[in-house]
């Protein structure tokens, strides 16, 4: 630490909880001193459990740092106050009750910190953030700080309504079952005109994708006003389930500067018969619980884009994992949240991604280091959220796809659909076919991470534009090393 | 004839592939039955998408444990409602799933009339839109030329 003044009181000892004359003396004590660490914690099935990756400055012990970041992220302030003793100041403590040096990262340690029930307020993932990834995450003795995983206690987790549909309903709703839904995202993102924009969405699902989608950034632009593209789409959406005898939708994106205005689009893609709106991450937690409270009130799906997200999750040493931000989505509330594709243009470790899938879909996640998942979590019969893979997959890759993800996944091909060299409604089919023929091939036993390529090619014979597709983007992969992979030893190191 | 890019009603699994044949639809049963799922054999002359109900001929077959003879209880089917929808439904009865996990259709009329869109203009540019089955123009058991 910054050099604490030792008031003379003190020992080098740990914990001096015990003696509170000397415990709340005027001065300035090492944080392992004040309860912050103990390491024969018994853990309390109605704890919140955290793991962070903290990398301290030079000279800071590890154990200092940890027992730091528990208590910056509950009652801790630099220096020691008296009014601790008019509280129960006990059970407002974190405590942090492990520390392991990270495998093969020298200079970072895994802190294990744990936090009672009555520390975050029910219902309210902004309290609980405020507390975990605060004040904590700027404290100058860490150089860096992560949020790896945590384990949220059942307590908890039932003060929550959790997706507004799920996926299981979301289905039911769909009336599609058994095989991914597809979808994609209309492009170009910017400068369409409403009436161009429903031309790509009716194309896209009279050829046989189930959504369409409004990417990040369309919400109101000069080009496009929002009530023309809800219209405009609108029209596609019911048009392309007539010519087709599906259901259909589009997610339209109600993301706006404020809640009122949020609220003003989602009413109106309500009331043109919309089955699903769409928000981006950087809302803000409340803004997310609020729509999902809305979305809840009116039957409708919520799709989550998680733009922003990138800033704090992909560097290892620093910031939030996705997988905790996944299972905050999921106590938050949304219906889909894209949870990256492992083979597509953007960041994803396949186990790693992996791994936030089975927080999304999972009813009792299982410890699994590979997955980089650190603790069990039993969602309490929380609804499931249907991840969404998006960003440069396209139909060549769909045996990894599925072998990769299962059937309970959203495959989104926006330029793998839009940019086929025979038209939209073409390269929609050869989406849908190649897909159900992998469903039909996996169900029937065959290997298709094996013969794959074998059975996308089998399945052009009868469909011209999947032999399209195919010798357009058949050879395209993004091979490049991940930033964001789980750090684990076989045998668990010894701090 | 509807004028997507298959002609024919594309609910279900496997509407974009050529018909399977009876030996391909037992392997899906049996990949069901394999996952611990009942399955149901569902017929109907009006398959409007928001037509969640078609009918059951008899109940799920939770007992039954082979895909010969849940292919018996479709060509029963198929035998009665020859110019009918039939599809192949999957239930899953897990905790937190406890739904449908497949569904495919495995009969289909000869012709398929589709659907048409109805517009009403509503307050300005807004609309209300309906879904028509054509063949629902016609009343029940007389729809597919029966």
Redesign the interface.
Known sequence: MNKPVDSGLVTEATDITADAKKRYSAGVLKYRQMGYWQPDYVIKDTDTLCLFRITPQEGVDPVEAAAAVAGESSTATWTVVWTDRLTACDSYRAKAYKVEPVPGRPGEYFAWVAYDLILFEEGSIANMTASLIGNVFSFKPLKAARLEDIRIPVAYVKTFKGPPTGLIVERERLDKFGRPLLGATTKPKLGLSGRNYGRVVYEGLKGGLDFMKDDENINSQPFMHWRDRFLYVMDAVNKASAATGEVKGSYLNVTAGTMEEMYRRADFAKELGSVIVMVDLVIGWTAIQSMAEWCRANDMIMHMHRAGHGTYTRQKNHGVSFRVIAKWLRLAGCDHLHTGTAVGKLEGDPLTVQGYYNVCRDSYTKTDLPRGLYFDQDWADLKKVMPVASGGIHAGQMHQLIDLFGDDVVLQFGGGTIGHPQGIQAGAVANRVALEAMVKARNEGRNIIEEGPAILKKAAEFCSPLKAALDTWGEISFNYTSTDTSDYAVTPAVA | M?????GR???G??????D?TDA?IA??IE?GLKKGYAWSVEYTDD????N?YWEMFGNPMFDLKDAAGVMMELNACRKTFPNHYIRM??FDST??????????IVNRPAKEP????S?QEVKG?????T??SYATDTPEGERYGR
């Open positions: 509807m004028t997507n890019p298959t009603l594309t609910q699994q496997f509407s974009f592939l050529p399977l391909e392997l899906q990949y398959p409007h998408p928001r969640t439904m999957a905790r937190n799933t406890e739904s449908i996990t497949m569904s495919f589709g659907f048409g869109l517009r540019r807004s609309m209300h839109y879904v028509h």
